[in-house]
């Protein structure tokens, strides 16, 4: 039987699940929207190529009230970044470009660049130094590969002293994660914009140093460009969305969609939800495309139903290919979702928790023990800023998805539903 995602269902006691646990979780994601911690609430759970659970619970708007819809249109933020880089490795497939190449063969801005210099204690603060120019010459080029793991030393908030903030804000003004603009669209200014300002700073490491979050993404996306002479909206819909036979996604939807654009809440200073981007005025609602496409996932990032990341996420669990149609090889799936970071810094990343590594645009869990969910080695995805997340685990023939609409959900420390749904759909496996 064919149902949600155009994917096969099954019960899930013949996939493996317990449907008694499963349901209660479910009843955790109800009660979630009844006690008003989330708007709303969307959850999905594949195995073994079934779905085995899709459920969704409460409303586009906490304040109008209207329905969830299964087709509702979430933005996906950072968990753009997996589907960014799918295509790089598309790309690469085609021998367009290699992961190891510089990135100064499309972005000739960023040749001859200097590398900040360690700063002693009284200057990590208040950063003389640097801004009376101390740097040191770059060690070698960034390249693709740095860019896909997050390890390029591109200067961000949180690795530069507080002192060079102002040289920041023109790169990051007018992405909603401005400082001094937080939250705020520049409709004026382009992906490309941002990273030629970004261009003249000096790195805040050498390349390969270690794992931060930056803006590698959005260098990755003017690199894709260039590269293709095609814009990334475009590119999506041509190696991964018409391939897995996704349509009504993209970096921006038209008038006639916008009913199904979930509104983006925000936590009020009284711990309540409050809407700051309807559709009426969201700049993701136009006819045409707009200067705001980012691989990174700022601006919102790609637009997304869950029945669409559903299958772009059974396609990395089937190992690229889903219904005959073939998106990327098998060793590449492999190859995206290996822990890159053993072999470049060593270090475990700072966002998901105790215990991972990132491959290409994903988090990889290196570890069970010393963590608090239950889980697989290998276990590899990512989420975005308004709460969604997914996780994919080729040792369970497993993939689970959560949805939910509020910006920067993840880093309020009493919202963990998504971690609640993880731990339920692992603890519900026979």
């Given amino acids: 039987m064919t149902e949600f995602a155009n994917l096969p269902s099954a019960d899930p006691a013949s996939l493996g699940l317990d449907p008694d646990r499963l349901a209660r979780t479910d009843a955790r994601m109800a009660q979630a929207v009844e006690n008003e911690e989330v708007p709303g609430v969307t959850t999905v759970v ?18 109008r009230k209207n329905p969830l819809p299964e087709d509702a249109l979430f933005r996906m933020y950072s968990q753009t970044k997996p589907v960014t880089a799918a295509l790089t490795l598309a790309l690469q497939e085609d021998g367009l470009l290699y992961v190891d190449e510089p990135i100064t063969k499309w972005l000739p801005e960023f040749e ?44 961000s908030f949180g690795n530069v002293p507080s002192a060079m ?55 990755l996306t003017v690199v894709l460009e260039r590269a293709t002479g095609r814009n990334l909206d475009e590119l999506f819909q041509e190696r991964i969305f018409g391939p897995l036979g996704i349509e009504g996604c993209g970096f921006y939807c038209p008038p006639s969609d916008a009913e199904r654009l979930v509104t983006n809440h925000h936590w009020g200073e009284d711990g309540g939800l409050n809407a700051v981007e309807r559709p009426e005025n969201s700049h993701k609602v136009r006819e045409s495309l707009g200067r705001q496409i980012s691989g990174n996932g700022l601006d919102g990032g790609v637009l997304m139903t869950p029945a669409a990341y559903a299958r772009f996420t059974a396609m990395l669990l089937n190992g690229g290919e889903l219904d005959g149609q073939r998106v990327l090889g098998r060793k590449t799936i492999e190859l995206m979702s290996a822990d890159h970071l053993g072999a470049l810094c060593g270090t475990e990343i700072d966002l998901v928790g105790p215990g991972y590594g990132f491959g290409f645009g994903v988090s990889v869990r290196r570890r069970i023990a010393g963590t608090p969910i239950p889980g697989s080695i290998g276990a590899y995805g990512w989420g975005g800023a308004a709460g969604t997340y997914f996780v994919v685990d080729p040792v369970e023939n497993l993939a689970l998805l959560f949805f939910t609409h509020v910006f920067m959900y993840q880093f309020n420390p009493a919202a963990y ?11 519900a496996l026979l």
């Fill in 165 to 219: 903030f102002p040289l920041l804000e023109p790169v990051w003004s007018g992405t909603e994660f401005g400082v001094l603009d937080p939250g705020q669209v520049d409709t004026e200014r382009s992906e490309e914009d941002h990273i030629i300002a970004m261009a003249q700073l000096p790195n805040a490491r050498q390349p390969g140093a270690a794992w931060e979050y930056a803006m590698d993404f959005d260098v």
């Fill in 417 to 427: 539903l998504e971690t609640d749904f993880e731990k339920g759909v692992y603890e």
């Fill in 46 to 63: 594949l195995r073994h190529g079934h779905v085995a659970h899709h459920s969704s619970h409460g409303y586009l708007d906490a304040e």
């Fill in 112 to 155: 001859g660049r200097q590398v900040m210099s360690p700063l002693d204690p009284p200057n990590k603060v208040r950063g003389a130094g640097l801004l009376m120019g101390q740097t040191v010459p770059m060690q070698r080029q960034i390249t693709i590969r740095d860019l896909l793991t997050m390890t390029s030393g591109l200067p």
